[in-house]
């Protein structure tokens, strides 16, 4: 079955300081992993997705096969980066179906 | 302006009354979701339809129905039958694995 998993609901930082939102999965095949976020009164949009391996507003992730594992970091986190963050796999087989996980609220203390 | 639109925002019901949220997309995508918002359990799949006139449950689909009869609308009904209704309720649609998504509707049954 097709699982996402974030284990922690809150995650509180002070400025600067280096960032991990933990993502694990699990999944028969090859999944598509995303990281989606939704600022304070905003939609809900992608944030980045491990194909395209880039660096989006200084965050990355890289996806571990062997851990089964996509893990968001950012080296030095900042105040407007205060957000929800949700972790998402897209099933390739059966209706390409993305499920999410429960989502990190990441609280960036000044 | 492109993009997701959810109506109502805010709706009320009562106990035993079905209830319809509208989705509208002009992003020409073929596929669109439901998903079910609720605090510590993150997004949760209702339906979901890659084209017109075909659509698939998905993990929590008792007590809610859709119709796609359209490329650009997706409707969801929620039933006297859904036991927990009050939620926030996301749509969205899909381009090359990314979600859009609208601005919710919030459903409060009294």
């Known amino acids: 079955a097709q699982r996402v998993t974030q284990p922690e609901k809150l995650l509180s930082v002070f400025k600067g300081a280096p960032v991990e939102l933990k993502c694990n999965y699990s999944?028969?095949?090859?999944?598509?992993l995303f990281w989606y976020v939704q600022y304070s009164r905003q939609r809900l949009q992608l944030l980045l997705r491990?194909?395209s391996r880039e660096s989006i507003k200084g965050f990355t992730a890289d996806l571990n096969k062997g851990e089964t594992s996509f893990h968001l970091k950012k080296p030095f986190a900042q105040e407007e980066d205060s957000a929800m963050y949700y972790c998402?796999?897209?099933?390739?087989?059966?209706?390409?179906?993305?499920?999410f996980g429960a989502g990190t609220r990441l609280f960036v203390k000044a | 302006d492109g993009g997701i639109t959810q109506s109502p925002k805010y709706l009320f019901r009562k106990e035993g009354q079905n209830v319809t949220l509208s989705c509208e997309q002009n992003?020409?995508?073929?596929?669109m979701y439901w998903y079910r918002q609720d605090p510590g359990q993150g997004l949760r799949l209702i339906y979901y339809?890659?084209?017109?006139?075909?659509?698939q449950k998905g993990d929590i689909a008792e007590g809610y129905s859709v119709s796609r009869e359209k490329k650009e609308s997706f409707p969801l009904t929620v039933t006297s039958a859904q036991k927990n209704p009050t939620a926030f309720y996301l749509c969205?649609?899909?381009?090359?694995?990314?979600?859009?998504f609208g601005e919710g509707s919030r459903l409060t049954v009294l």
């Open positions: 998402a796999l897209r099933a390739n087989t059966g209706g390409f179906k993305t499920i």
């Open positions: 999944y028969s095949g090859s999944p598509e």
């Open positions: 491990h194909i």
């Open positions: 992003l020409n995508h073929d596929a």
């Open positions: 339809s890659q084209i017109v006139n075909d659509f």
């Open positions: 969205a649609s899909n381009r090359a694995g990314e979600l859009f």
